[in-house]
């Protein structure tokens, strides 16, 4: 399986953006997706994921109410950011596991429970 993110880009403090990360290869063993982020200097964080049913959908407390997550199907995954602030900045890595039958929804806000990543995306707010 194959990861392929888009849609970061420079904005000003309270735009919005949204990813997208679209899967390709053996899609059928795709099951939660999800989005991490990396801010230079410190370790990758939990952002969204959504089980591959759309039943389970989890969010960081950082960007709840702010940040939506969506799958048109199972095999692409949006990430819909308003009112962005500096704080926001950071590369945004898609990723997904295995868990086609949400077995383990519980443990999408956990990077360990994925297996396959993206290249990333780099998002820039400016104050």
């Known amino acids: 399986v194959q990861l392929q993110a888009s849609g970061g880009g420079l904005v000003q403090a309270g735009d919005s953006l949204r990813l997208s990360c679209v899967a390709s290869?053996?899609?059928?063993?795709?099951?939660?997706m999800g989005w991490f982020r990396q801010a230079p200097g410190k370790e990758r964080e939990f952002v969204a994921a959504m089980s591959r049913s759309g039943g389970n959908i989890y969010y960081a407390d950082s960007v709840r109410g702010r940040f939506t997550i969506s799958r048109d199907n199972a095999n692409t995954v949006h990430l819909q950011m308003n009112s962005l602030g500096p704080e926001d900045t950071a590369v945004y890595y898609c990723?997904?596991?295995?868990?086609?039958?949400?077995?383990?929804?519980?443990?999408?806000?956990?990077?360990?429970?994925?297996?396959?990543w993206g290249q990333g995306t780099q998002v820039t707010v400016s104050s």
């Open positions: 990723t997904s596991n295995n868990d086609a039958l949400d077995r383990l929804a519980s443990r999408l806000p956990y990077e360990n429970s994925y297996r396959f």
């Open positions: 290869g053996r899609t059928v063993a795709i099951g939660g």
